[in-house]
T-cell receptor, first 114, second 118 residues
């Protein structure tokens, strides 16, 4: 019962460093998402993917890149980290159908950029 | 684009009492789905309840129920017999129906932090 797994769970970066967050799901879901959660702002969509090899921008895509080379994996990259990217990052997945299915979430990654 | 508004950043309730969390949304679509998620301190996002817009009957799950007012675009969550374990952040979320361009996205509100007082 792995569901959605995110690695790492915690990370501290220096300004300008790069890193990749990995998300893996074992539910054969078509859709995958990356959100960031900040106090008072809820969850905001960074990028999402509707299938292997496809990605699209969400609400707050600047400073991030993503890739989905395999259906089960969705990677979020920060090329040059900035303090404004300090946040908790969540990966989620959902199936194409049934339509009323909720999104399944990973446990989050707390990223601090100093 | 759809928006989801939770106007209560924080709420508190006495243990065993009832509390209602508010959520409103803005959409021009007729086919959509609404969800309430719970996020305890562990950060894990847990589905509490879902509502299909085409269903007039309000969804219920044990002590959790919703008041879905489609015309008013309101989707409130009622928690009855509140328990200490209900203390968490609660998020309202919206997903478009399959025939909508935004079907693949899920939009969240800003959350309501619920405190349960013993």
């Amino acid at each position: 019962n792995a569901g959605v797994t995110q690695t790492p769970k915690f990370r501290v970066l220096k300004t300008g460093q790069s890193m990749t967050l990995l998300c893996a799901q074992d539910m054969n879901h078509e859709y995958m998402y990356w959100y960031r959660q900040d106090p008072g702002m809820g969850l905001r969509l960074i990028h999402y993917s509707v299938g292997e090899g496809t990605t699209a921008k969400g609400e707050v895509p600047d400073g991030y890149n993503v890739s989905r080379l395999k259906k089960q994996n969705f990677l979020l990259g920060l090329e040059s980290a900035a303090p404004s990217q300090t946040s908790v990052y969540f990966c989620a997945s959902s199936p194409y159908v049934p339509e009323n299915t909720e999104a399944f979430f990973g446990q989050g990654t707390r990223l601090t950029v100093v | 684009a759809q928006t989801v508004t939770q106007s209560q950043p924080e709420m508190s309730v006495q243990e065993a009492e009832t509390v209602t969390l508010s959520c409103t949304y803005d959409t021009s679509e007729s086919d959509y789905y609404l969800f309430w998620y719970k996020q305890p301190p562990s950060r894990q996002m847990i589905l509490v309840i879902r509502q299909e817009a085409y269903k007039q009957q309000n969804a219920t799950e044990n002590r959790f129920s919703v008041n879905f007012q489609k015309a008013a675009k309101s989707f409130s969550l009622k928690i009855s017999d509140s328990q200490l374990g209900d203390a968490a952040m609660y998020f309202c979320a919206y997903r478009s129906g399959r025939n909508s361009g935004g079907y693949q996205k899920v939009t969240f509100g800003t959350g309501t932090k619920l405190q349960v007082i013993p």
